[in-house]
């Protein structure tokens, strides 16, 4: 049983920053399983599809959507199971609900978190 948990959503005006967290538990986690993954961040707006941010494969490679290159930064300690996402500049169209995600290939699956509001006023 893999559980991911997210924080930092809020209420941030349009020019500023906010970090989101996420952390993976679970004893399942010192699994082979685990030993090669993606950690990352999808985010959803009201009345739209699912959008992929940012990722970050274990072995350090990551990826950004063009809407947030140059402005979102992700982390990872592999130590800790855990994954960041560094806003920075952050635009009224930034706000949606932020999901943090771990795959692994082998086997294939897919766990999520619940999902942090983060808003952008104009």
């Known amino acids: 049983q893999v559980q991911l948990v997210e924080s930092g959503g809020g209420l941030v005006q349009a020019g500023g920053s906010l970090r989101l967290s996420c952390a993976a538990r679970?004893?399942?986690?010192?699994?082979?399983?685990?030993?090669?993954?993606?950690m990352g961040w999808y985010r959803q707006a009201r009345g739209k599809q699912r959008e992929q941010v940012a990722l970050?494969?274990?072995?350090?490679?990551?990826d950004y959507s063009d809407s947030v290159k140059g402005r979102f930064t992700i982390s990872r300690d592999g130590s800790k199971n855990t994954v960041d996402l560094q806003m920075h500049s952050l635009k009224p169209e930034d706000t949606a609900v932020y999901f943090c995600?771990?795959?692994?290939?082998?086997?294939?699956?897919?766990?999520w978190g619940q999902g942090t509001q983060v808003t952008v006023s104009s």
């Open positions: 995600y771990l795959f692994t290939p082998v086997p294939v699956r897919t766990y």
């Open positions: 970050m494969h274990s072995t350090g490679l990551s």
């Open positions: 679970g004893s399942d986690l010192s699994g082979s399983a685990f030993s090669r993954n993606v």
